[in-house]
Structure formats: C-alpha cells, structure tokens
C-alpha cells in the first residue's frame, strides 16, 4: 500500500519519520506532505494514498485549526487512520472536551472558562491553578500559578498573547499518568499505563519545555505505571469511557492525574499522540509486547477495516410497526432492527401521553414505535454517534422531531437528575464472550449490560406505574437476569418469545472460540441453547416486561 504521511514541517516532533521507518518495516510505501501546503497536495494524494496518518501539530500557525486539515482530506475521500475530523476538532477543544467527558462520567478537573470582559473567577476555584489555552497542546502557554490573584494578574496578558478563552482549572497534585488506547482485532485495548516522573513529583506539571526536550532511549523521567490491579481495571474503564464518549476510532491517548484521594483526572486527549519511539505510546505498546512496527500495523488494520463502512452509503428501509410503516435510513455501522427487536415493538403497552427512555436506541425503532403508540415524549440513548444520527433523521422523517430527543451516553448517565419515564426499553448488547470482540458483547455470562439497566431502572421509572421492557436472548445468562429482575420488580412477566437459529461458524466468526466458550457457558447452567439439525442450534429471544418496583 501507499500511505500518505501529513506532517507540519516546522513542528519539533519526529513523528513523520517515525510513522516513515515502521511503514518502510512493514513493506509499504509512502507520501510525506506539509500540513501547510496541503491543498496543494491533495490532488496526488487521492490519486495515490490508500490511507493518511495525519499528524499535524499546527495549520497556519495554530493548533486550533488542525482539524481543518484532516476536513479537508475526509472532504475529499481520502480515509484517515485515527479520529474523524469532527472528533479531532471536539478533542481539541479543551473546554467542549472536558464537558462531554464529564457528561460520560468521566472525572476532569473542575475549572472555568475565562474570555476578555468574562475573566471572574468563582469563589469555589481554589489555587493552586493552572491556565491554559483552550486550543493549543504540547502544554504551549500552560502556566501554574498559586494563588487567585496571581491568575488575575497573568490572564489579561495570555489572553492577548494568545488570542483565545483561557481554561483557568484547579490544581491536581499527585501522579501523572499518559494512558494509551488502540484498537485491535478483539476491539479496544488500553495499553499499560505510561508514569511520568516530572520535576517537582507530585506537586510538578509537564511543561512544554519538559516535552521538548532531548529524548535518549532508556529515558528514566517515564516508567511503567505502579497501580494495583483494582486501580489499573478503574483506569482502563474510564480511559475506554473517555474514547467513547469523543467518539474517538483507532488510536488515542489521555493526560490523566491521579488526585492524592485516589480519584483519576483525565486533563487532555491527545488525538495525534506522539510517534516517536520513547514517547509515551510506543512506550505503552512494547509494554504490551509491540514494537513500533506491530503497532503500526495494528493502527492500519482497525483503520483499513473501516473503509467499507465508511465508503458505504446511508441504507433505507420501510418497516411495519403497529402504528403503521415507517421509514428507516440508517447511516453506515448502524444495524438493521433484528426481527426480535420488531417483534418487541409490537408487544410495546406505551400509552398516549407517557414518557418513555430507550436505552441503546440503535437506529431509533422502538423509539419511533413508541412514538407511534402515543407517548408525549420520548428520550434516546446511544454512545454511538453514527446511532444517534440515524435516530435524529428517523425522528425527522417520520415526523416525530419534537417528540424523540436523542441524547449521548452510557445507560442512564445521560439523564438528568430527577429525571423520571413511564416506560424503559432496552435491549442491550448481550452475548457472552471471554473477552471484548465488538458491538454485541454482553460481558463473561451476556449479563452485564442487561443488570446495568435493571439496576438502574428503578430510580428512571414513575412509581406505581412504571415498566421496564426488556429483549433478553438465552445465551446470557437468564436465571441471573430473572433473579435480579424479581429482586427489583413485584411482576416479572414473560410477555413472548421467539427462536433465532444460528451455526458455530457465525460466533466464531465474531470471535475465534465464541461457539466453544458459549457451550461451556451451557454446561454450566449460564446459557441455553440447543441443536435442531446437522450443525445448526437455537436459542430463544424472550421479550419481558417488569412492574411495581420494589422499595430498597
């Protein structure tokens, strides 16, 4: 293959010859432009470029407007190995960024925003304090200042110098952390966590100066992180919620600091981490067992098997529900509704004038049925933007746009605080797997997503009158579903069922060994299915409904 290599040719990062020498290693060709002259080299660039590593520190003098470059190459089909220039652009501003990671439930520091004539600082914002610019990185123009009235002093001359809103934040002391993510054949994984050992320990931040300096192999101001066991699965969670919720793909790395509580930080995202072979990254892949080149190839793998998906164009369909046919468009890595999900939608007992939250809302289905059966209002929730959109313009096209708002997040963490909902509909991811192998896992036994939303559907539903409906396959693990149903619900009923065939080859295909760890599963008692016929087996989609939630 032929992949192009962005870079800005003033910058002080070695990257591009770094990303040069792996894909020399790994037998592929390459084209190494300046971010700057860029429209000038786009022409070549879509004749000649299967893929684009765009690593560009500034455009035009500014990292505010790096983003632009990697629009321009999407604007012009070129594919692009890590985030999409929207999710660049949400990255790169701090401020922007720090909300959506917050509204995932991801800890950031608590700050504000400061612009000319709107630079007062609320009595809550305790010194020590760190300004920064909103869209810079490399911690150009970070300054640590210890008391309010140093800031005050120092904002009026960042904001001319800089030209742009200063996040003044609190303060983290503790350690420092750089937590590195990429995608693999198995999904996500988060890498070994990378320490810095800053001047200053604890008390000390890493200046630009610091990240331009001299890098020698076996640097010692950089060590793998010493965490316990407990405290590297918490991290990996948030560091895979924090990828999520930027909607970042492919590769990415995160600033985080470790408050002395014990509280992870997350400061930053870094959508071009570094490539150079002692920086953080390729630090944390050798750790896993990487060297450059293997790394490498697994960013090029995760991006080049997107390319179908993204060259694809939005599907449109017309399904049955029973209010009546209504149109579908789905964008590109969004599913069709199973028939099991169509099949919920006409066992769905909305009344007209409820309020009903979906959960997982896909390309918004059972939210136009719900819809459809009267409900005043009914809120959608996905993590997957390319869902959320297909659920937007169905709302649209089947004129329910001001009855279906479509919201970000993670189960109920998109919600706000009281807020309450006549029905909940879910149907979570749930097939059981041994390890992460896409969008379909339910965690070890399939249950994990669906206690997620039985747990927390108690504290959403109106009192009295609430119900919880649920599509629940038998591969998961449905005697501990039903248990927690009825710890939580006075009614569990079992309102239908259906069968879904399927062979071996489908589940390995999702994940080498699936079929088998789901057999094991069913020697256990965790799954239920059987075989009907030279090599083809069953299991049973069962569509639940729970009421009258039971006092804590």
């Not at 990671?101 to 914002?125: E, F, K, Q």
């Not at 169509?342 to 009903?356: F, H, I, K, N, Y």
């Not at 959403?460 to 591969?475: N, T």
Request: proline fraction near 8%; aromatic fraction near 6%; glycine fraction near 10%.
């Amino acid at each position: 293959m032929r992949i192009g290599i962005v870079h800005t040719r003033d910058a002080p990062c070695q990257c591009a010859e770094s990303i040069r020498r792996g894909l020399e290693a790994l037998g592929h060709e390459y084209l190494i432009v300046n971010s700057g002259d860029i429209e000038f080299h786009i022409p070549e660039m879509v004749r000649g470029c299967d893929l684009v590593f765009d690593h560009t520190d500034t455009y035009r003098g500014r990292g505010r407007f790096r983003s632009l470059v990697r629009s321009l190459l999407e604007a012009h089909g070129l594919p692009v190995a890590g985030p999409d220039a929207r999710a660049c652009a949400l990255a790169d501003d701090k401020a922007a960024a720090k909300r959506r990671l917050a509204a995932a439930g991801v800890p950031v520091p608590p700050g504000v925003v400061v612009t000319p004539g709107n630079d007062a600082l609320p009595d809550w914002l305790t010194p020590p304090l760190i300004l920064k610019p909103a869209f810079e990185h490399m911690s150009r123009g970070l300054e640590l200042v210890q008391d309010r009235d140093g800031a005050r002093d120092r904002l009026p001359g960042l904001l001319s110098r800089l030209g742009q809103p200063i996040l003044v934040e609190m303060f983290i002391p503790g350690r420092e952390f750089a937590v590195s993510v990429v995608d693999g054949p198995r999904g996500l994984e988060v890498l070994p966590p990378l320490e810095w050992l800053a001047d200053g320990g604890e008390t000390g931040v890493l200046t630009e100066a610091f990240k331009l300096g001299d890098i020698l192999p076996g640097r010692r101001d950089a060590v793998r992180a010493d965490l316990a066991p407990a405290e590297l699965r918490e991290l990996a969670d948030l560091s895979l919620a924090a990828f999520r919720a930027l909607g970042l793909r492919d590769y990415s790395r995160f600033d985080v600091r470790r408050s002395p509580g014990g509280t992870f930080f997350f400061m930053e995202a870094n959508v071009t981490p570094s490539m150079e072979p002692e920086e953080a990254l390729a630090l944390s892949a050798r750790w896993a067992g990487m060297d450059f080149p293997a790394l490498l190839k697994r960013i090029l793998s995760a991006a080049l098997g997107r390319l179908p998906a993204a060259r694809a164009t939005a599907t449109e369909m017309t399904v049955e529900l029973p209010s009546g046919p209504v149109r579908l468009r789905l964008q590109p890595g969004v599913h069709v509704p199973p028939p099991s999900t169509l099949e919920l939608a006409r066992l769905l007992d909305v009344r007209p004038g409820e309020r009903v939250l979906e959960l997982g809302c896909g390309s918004g289905v059972l939210s136009l049925a719900a819809a459809g059966l009267g409900a005043e209002r009914v809120v959608a929730v996905d993590v997957d933007p390319a869902a959320l959109e297909s659920a937007t313009e169905n709302a649209v096209l089947n004129g329910f746009a001001g009855r279906i708002e479509t919201r970000a997040g993670s189960w109920y963490e998109a919600l706000e605080g009281g807020e309450r909902f006549d029905t909940i509909i879910a149907t979570p991811p749930q097939t059981p797997g041994r390890r992460p192998f896409g969008p379909r896992y339910g965690g070890a036994d399939g249950a994990k997503h669906l206690l997620a939303v039985i747990d927390g559907a108690p504290g959403r539903l109106e009192p009295g009158r609430g119900r919880l409906w649920l599509a629940a396959i038998s591969l998961a693990n449905l005697p501990g579903v039903l248990a927690r149903l009825r710890e939580r619900f006075e009614a569990v009923d079992l309102v239908g069922e259906t069968q879904r065939p399927f062979t071996a080859a489908e589940y390995n295909g999702m994940d080498e060994g699936l079929f088998e760890y789901l057999d094991s599963l069913r020697r256990r008692g965790l799954a239920e299915f059987h075989e009907v016929s030279g090599g083809e087996y069953v299991f049973r989609n069962l569509f639940i409904r729970a009421s009258g939630v039971k006092a804590p």
